[in-house]
């Protein structure tokens, strides 16, 4: 089974099944069964195969107990249908076939339909969640793991997380670029750089759920990449209600505590709580449209959609946050705090 | 069914099932079988009740074709040994159990042992797969979605979505007050002010890792909460040695920049740079840490470590983070950059 690739059905196939002829009496076939197979769940289902070894049909083995007593042969008792997977399945193609028919038990054949095996559901239910896993553990930004957690020698763990941190550390440099641009209007008004933490981190929070929301959709096949424009204008208009919300609670702060005399920000409190609240606005929409687009641009190029993490989804939006924030700034401030 | 709460296994109970009594000869057991049920899935495990219908054994329906033809009694052929579920087992113990057992059916019984109906692993399936749902989009900050993404109606789906946005926000909003308190260091030091995003983030990407390596380790139950210091050593180190990595690539960056003119970091730089340095192991160092032990913290107190979402964990980093960072500052540049 080793020449197989790696995500193939081939590394979960079990040899252990009992096969019968289709000629055989019922009789002889219990006898067979008696003989050669111990009381496992291997002697669930029976497989009907021809002299080469070709699949013909699946027999529950209850179907030997409920039968008419009267009838004599395998082939009788034959319902003709008969699911099946591949040997070169993916392990995904698997488990939505055992969710789809419904069924404990799959044989495995080839491309002759020779039976080579059978994969059982609860190996299937492993899978399932290795690959949850996996899926998990990129969403936080990281390599999967190829062991559990407490397995997983230290620098190995740190290997792992090493990549993408140094990824992510040399995009978010880019904010350091940035605002290098923008380090004439900063020294004007260091008011500025207050609110620059709680603006772009908006707009990595709406971007870090609107790439969950689509990664695990995309997982379920909920969603199918022709729906993005259906996705593309809902995020758009989330994002829109969502950024209207937080930035009306950011003008209210500014507000409030100007007037409370908690914090001065200056004689143009006003029109700098006008930046906040626009730029809000923009940032999270820029954030739910990027989280929720990258996703499916990923897996549109057939590449792992669970790639797009939340820190990666974060970053990119800080980058561009700084700008859009700074944008709407120079435009209001100008002339009056930015003068 | 209804009386039961809405994560027992109630709600995946399955009342069509076969019994037959222990008493009966096992051609008895074939013919009763045989005249009440139909060739289902239902009919692959037998259940031997008494008179009052509680559990005695199971029998899978291949033992009555596997086994010695000259047994008489169905009390002859059963082994004494049958796992159950309890009506009142949540779904997250049936999953377990399933897996413990490596079954695909298992019986339910009251606190009577009275048999009220049987499970199938299927079922189980998608049980496990709508909390891993569930899991995966608190991790992305948000509440986790009734129905799937697209059978959502867009107003729910703003609803999921805004209490936790919300939350971050006011949180976030700490680092506006935190950056009050720093104003005077900032418009003495602008230059600060423009590493200020690369450096929380550092923090809050790293803590991102932790958390999901944690949640999902706790969700599999690779990890007990009595290890946590074993976890807290770990990512200490883990902390440490990234911290020094992303570091060194900050101090190498402000120098190159420097030293190729790229940008002006003013006289001080070589100060600023070791800031950064020893920022970037400090706040990455709490990332790990906080990522990682406020799931155990969460599990703790018996709420859902899946809460400390990467979101969550960014927020509390950043605020921290820049603590972190301006104190460093202050005690580093002290005199130079900002006399």
Known sequence: MLGYPDNSVARLINTDFATIKKDMTI???????????????????IYV??????????????????????????????????????????????????????????????????LLGVITIDDVLDVAEQKDTEDIQKFGGMESLDYPYVKTPIFSLIKKRAGWLIILFLSEMLTTTAMGHFSDELSKAVVLAIFIPLVISSGGNSGSQAATLIIRALALKELTLQRWWYVMRRELFSGFVLGTILGAIGFIRILLWQKLHIFDYGTDWLLLSFTIFLSLIGIIMWGTLSGSMIPIILQKFKLDPATSSAPFVATLVDVTGLIIYFSIAAVLLKGTLLK
């Open 27 to 45: 009789a002889e076939a219990m006898e067979h069964l008696r003989q050669f197979h111990k009381d496992t769940e291997a002697a669930n289902v």
């Open 49 to 114: 195969i021809d002299d080469e070894g070709r699949l013909i049909d699946d027999i529950p083995v209850r179907r030997f107990v409920l039968n008419d007593p009267n009838k004599k042969k395998i082939e009788e008792i034959l319902d003709g249908y008969c699911d099946a997977l591949n040997i070169k399945d993916k392990t995904e193609t698997a488990i939505d076939k055992f969710k789809e028919y419904d069924r404990i038990v799959l044989p495995v054949v080839n491309d002759e339909n020779i």
